[in-house]
């Protein structure tokens, strides 16, 4: 079985971090998030995956290849712009044959496709959407079905008093190849808004799995933060934590900093003297930690340098920024290559725009 990724996106509500990041090379637990959906589907024998992207394509492409660094065979299918999910499934239609799957680029799950697909089979579905309960169904896709599986509504982003289910779209679907007839060639089309209610109102089979185990959709930095927790807590199948600190090649650790969590950290890493790490933190490829920092529940990507008496707490700060002695922040998103002068205390900004220079207060 093949399966289609969607990459394509405006991934908004992740800015400032995507602003020149593509979501899908976002790092989750400093690698591309992208490699965490491949080794999923790999590990259930979906091999052959067609990216469908938009913008912001190239990093893609440059670091994944043709996959066979993955052990799988990756295609291509650029979008000029965005067509939608179903409009995208449509871009990628000559690399497919036979039943499909579509993935969310942006959902961490334990989701256990092999016996998804089997229940797709046995109920002889057109379309089988994996489904999920969440707190709060009104920012996704409502996903109502009967006592057999059989999808009744689809309602994306229900108003409160139309939630009648907490079961939503997980953002995983098996798709028969004669659905693809039904989307039109190269406009914007949506599974979730179009498709699926179209499918219903035509009687077509359409199944809900639910789906056990862990599922989190990084859409907001919030989010973002919530998945490195739960992953760094052991709390998916997806990643084991380690007992000892997992740390890269040539990454030098302070006798007298103190590590207490968990706590992940790239190579070619400088932690210093006396620097606190309070996990969950997760530092990339190339930072330098002075001396005195205190970090707490953060991710730091690649490249980051943080003079002495550094303090951060529920941040995330991408690659390349410089955060000069004493400044701190506390649950502050930055951007790649920010600038934080001296003793700045960040508490007023929540979002920090690539390229921004924080200077001092006089
Ligand atoms: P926001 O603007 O922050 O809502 O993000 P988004 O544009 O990524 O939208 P959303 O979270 O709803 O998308 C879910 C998944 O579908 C993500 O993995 C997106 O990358 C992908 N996606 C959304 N729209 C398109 C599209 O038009 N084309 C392709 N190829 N992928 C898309």
């Known amino acids: 079985m093949k399966a289609v990724i969607l990459v394509g996106g405006k991934a908004t509500r992740l800015e400032p971090l995507t602003v020149n990041t593509p979501k899908a090379m976002v790092p989750v637990l400093n690698t591309p998030f992208l490699e965490q959906v491949i080794h999923l589907l790999s590990r259930h024998q979906v091999k052959e995956m067609v990216m469908a992207q938009g913008h912001l394509a190239q990093p893609i492409e440059g670091y994944f290849g043709d996959g066979s660094r993955f052990g799988v065979r990756l295609y291509y299918s650029i979008e000029d712009s965005p067509l939608g999910s179903a409009g995208a499934a449509k871009n990628a239609e000559k690399y497919l044959d036979g039943t499909f799957l579509v993935v969310n680029g942006d959902i ?195 490249k980051t340098v943080l003079g002495p008496g550094v303090s951060l707490k529920g941040c995330i700060v991408a690659d390349n920024c410089r955060m000069s002695a004493g400044s701190s922040g506390e649950g502050v998103v930055m951007g790649d290559r920010v600038t934080v002068a001296n003793n700045r205390k960040l508490e007023t900004y929540r979002k920090i725009w690539p390229g921004t220079t924080i200077e001092g207060e006089s």
Request: proline fraction near 7%.
């Open 108 to 302: 961490v799950t334990d989701l256990d496709i092999t016996a998804m697909t089997d229940f797709h089979e046995q109920r002889k579905a057109k379309v089988t959407i994996a489904v999920v309960g969440v707190d709060d169904p009104t920012s996704f896709g409502l996903v109502d079905s009967d006592g057999l599986g059989r999808v009744t509504r689809f309602l994306e982003k229900p108003k409160p008093e139309e939630v009648t289910t907490n079961m939503i779209n997980a953002g995983a679907w098996l798709v028969e190849p004669d659905v693809l007839a039904r989307i039109p060639t190269r406009a914007q089309f949506s599974f979730e808004r179009d498709l699926f209610p179209q499918l219903l109102v035509q009687g077509d089979p359409v199944y809900a799995y639910p789906l056990s185990g862990y599922w989190m959709d990084m859409g907001t930095p919030e989010k973002y933060l919530q998945l490195h927790r739960d992953l760094l807590s052991g709390r998916s199948r997806q990643y084991a934590p380690a007992e000892n600190i997992p740390a890269g090649a040539r990454t030098a650790i302070h006798p007298t900093a103190e590590v207490s969590g968990q706590v992940m950290l790239g190579a070619d890493c400088s932690i210093g003297p006396r620097v606190k790490l309070t996990g969950p933190v997760v530092i990339g490829d190339g930072c330098s930690i002075g001396e005195g920092c205190l970090i707490e529940d953060s991710v730091i990507w690649q």
